[in-house]
């Protein structure tokens, strides 16, 4: 009896291992899409399309009110991509399972490579992005200290900086 079972976990562990290179085969794109073609738009700002807030140089040319509105549904839209970025990680944590289990190690090693390489820059172009924002709404209100800007600085900001 014991042999039969054996031999039965043995049939059907090498047909597990027969059927993995067509496996393999049939998902080598999305293999391929992480190990070298991976580009973040998973977790990227744009995804979220959050409206650059419009502020203007003077404060009088716009109300209060609608700059505060602007400025929180920016800061509502920028949470949830922070919240989706913080939820991908550990990197490779998006990649599906069962994809992975089909992974060679230096396959495994490729995709975190350059899903980090994709990670940090996804986060350097968020954060531009926020500072250009945070730096127009110090403008806007006047703030000095840390954030001291005049109007002969404002065109040396990215363009997103007060702009829609």
Known sequence: MRAAWVLA???????AFAEEPSRRLARQAEIEYYTSHYDGADISLARFDCQQPYIPMRPATASRAAVSQALAAWR??????????NAALPVGKSIPADLADLMTDDEMSAAQTLMSQVFVQV????KRQADAV???????????????????????????????
């Open 9 to 15: 976990l043995t049939v059907l562990s090498s047909n």
């Open 76 to 85: 509502a839209c920028y949470d949830r991509f922070l919240a989706n970025y």
């Open 134 to 164: 945070t730096v127009a709404e110090a403008a806007w209100e006047g703030r000095r200290g840390d954030i001291a800007l005049s109007a002969r600085e404002l065109p040396h900001l990215p363009v997103t900086a007060g702009k829609r």
């Open 123 to 126: 986060a350097d172009d968020a």
